[in-house]
């Protein structure tokens, strides 16, 4: 990593601890605002409510009190929000006291069951300390192992492995982490992201059976994809991924695909907070959507020549995500203000997204509506164990089309 990077993590990390005093703190709703012009909110389409919705943040970083208002804001504009994903940097350094910090905001604060996490690169910053009060990186990795700090992660996460899949509400979401800090395996190297092949074949065959079935895909990974979102232009994030153009690759054939990436802090402002990225030779000319998770701590923005600056670091923003059958809502929050930002739609190729699977033990009741062999169906009456398309023209279910 660059000397000038290295300092800006460094500053960030430092930045964190300060703020870590504060854990816990329950936020005041009465807290000035800055002045700030905020950019105006699309008016959304006509459409049914959404079926499906859920919330994403990113990089803590040790900033538990934005983290604890970031919780209590999403409860209350998002009471029934199907899941909370942090997409990476769940702590300052990775330390097993910090991921335990975390906890026990999450335990006194409300949260969707399903609560999921990424692993991002401040995981792997103990190795630059000889104990937790002092910096040390001319000494690294000061009898840090590589394996322990994945082990941190796993413990805090109840995980195995760095990437998975979870279907919430018949939406399915991909996980993906890196799967090596890569110091460890080149000293030039510090940030930079590694997924084996067994990772990367996984993401594609996962992508192309979620398509398969009428479903969008969402894929979370704290780190950025150049030339994508606010801040991928810049030099500081050109080179995190060691296989970008493979990564790039698969998610640009998925017209559906929505890949939701954090690192950067960047302004959820910005004009480019969320864009479709059109990968050559995908096949896709529609390209896929990518969209900026913004910070819990601290956010950044252009500087105008080519690096980045600072802004307050009572900046606190997210997302909320809506799932209809035909479009998908992102909305970006800024919980410092106690208001909204942004908001977008992105249509879909499908009728199926916010559909539920069909499943024989579950009773169904007149107008309820499910996906099965690639189509919607609609009850009529009350069922089960009845599969769709198999009771006829004058039985229970209704054939809505194919997705």
């Known amino acids: 990593m660059p000397d000038f990077r290295k300092h800006r993590?460094?500053?960030?990390?430092?930045?964190?601890?300060?703020?870590?005093?504060?854990?816990?703190?329950?936020?005041?709703?009465?807290?000035?605002a800055a002045s700030r012009a905020s950019a105006p909110v699309n008016a959304a389409p006509a459409s049914a409510p959404a079926k499906v919705?859920?919330?994403?943040?990113?990089?803590?970083?040790g900033d538990l009190a934005d983290f604890g208002r970031a919780l209590d804001?999403?409860?209350?504009?998002?009471?029934?929000?199907?899941?909370?994903?942090?997409?990476?940097?769940?702590?300052?350094?990775?330390?097993?006291?910090?991921?335990d910090q975390v906890k026990q905001v999450l335990n006194t604060r409300p949260h969707p069951a399903n609560t999921f996490f990424t692993i991002g690169n401040h995981e792997f910053y103990v190795?630059?300390?000889?104990?937790?009060?002092?910096?040390?990186?001319?000494?690294?990795?000061?009898?840090?192992?590589e394996q322990s700090?994945?082990?941190?992660?796993?413990?805090?996460?109840?995980?195995?492995?760095v990437y998975y899949e979870r279907v919430v509400d018949g939406v399915p979401m991909l996980f993906l982490g890196t799967e090596k800090y890569m110091k460890y395996t080149d000293p030039t190297k510090w940030d930079e992201v590694w997924f084996s092949d067994e990772q990367l074949t996984w993401l594609e065959q996962r992508m192309n059976y979620w398509e398969a079935q009428g479903k969008p895909t969402f894929v979370f990974s704290h780190h950025v994809l150049p030339d994508t979102v606010s801040g991928t232009r810049n030099k500081l994030y050109k080179s995190d991924y060691l296989q970008a153009d493979r990564i790039m690759n698969i998610l640009g054939a998925h017209k559906d695909?929505?890949?939701?990436?954090?690192?950067?802090?960047?302004?959820?402002?910005?004009?480019?907070?969320?864009?479709?990225?059109?990968?050559?030779g995908s096949g896709n000319?529609?390209?896929?959507?990518?969209?900026?998770?913004?910070?819990?701590?601290?956010?950044?923005?252009?500087?105008?020549?080519?690096?980045?600056?600072?802004?307050?670091?009572?900046e606190n923003s997210g997302l909320q995500v809506e799932v209809a059958n035909d479009r998908v809502t992102i909305k970006a929050r800024d919980f410092r203000r106690n208001q909204w930002v942004k908001e977008m739609n992105v249509p879909l190729h499908t009728k199926c997204a916010a559909a539920k699977p069909w499943t024989e033990s579950m009773t169904y009741t007149n107008g309820d509506t499910v996906v099965w062999n690639n189509h919607t169906w609609r009850a009529k009456w009350w069922t089960r164990g009845e599969a769709?398309?198999?009771?006829?023209?004058w039985g229970v279910w209704e054939d809505q089309g194919a997705c």
């Open 388 to 393: 769709p398309g198999t009771t006829g023209q």
């Open 257 to 280: 695909a929505v890949l939701f990436t954090s690192h950067t802090h960047w302004d959820l402002n910005l004009s480019d907070w969320a864009v479709r990225k059109v990968v050559p």
């Open 149 to 161: 700090l994945f082990q941190n992660f796993y413990d805090f996460t109840g995980l195995d492995k």
């Open 73 to 99: 804001q999403m409860k209350v504009i998002n009471p029934n929000s199907g899941a909370l994903v942090v997409n990476g940097d769940i702590t300052p350094r990775g330390y097993k006291s910090e991921y």
């Open 9 to 32: 993590r460094v500053a960030a990390v430092c930045a964190a601890l300060a703020l870590t005093a504060g854990a816990g703190a329950a936020y005041a709703e009465s807290r000035p």
């Open 285 to 314: 000319l529609e390209g896929f959507t990518v969209v900026n998770t913004g910070a819990v701590q601290t956010q950044w923005t252009d500087n105008g020549s080519g690096g980045e600056s600072a802004l307050s670091g009572l």
């Open 127 to 145: 190795p630059k300390y000889c104990n937790p009060d002092k910096l040390c990186q001319e000494t690294w990795p000061n009898g840090t192992t």
């Open 53 to 61: 919705s859920f919330n994403v943040i990113s990089d803590v970083q």
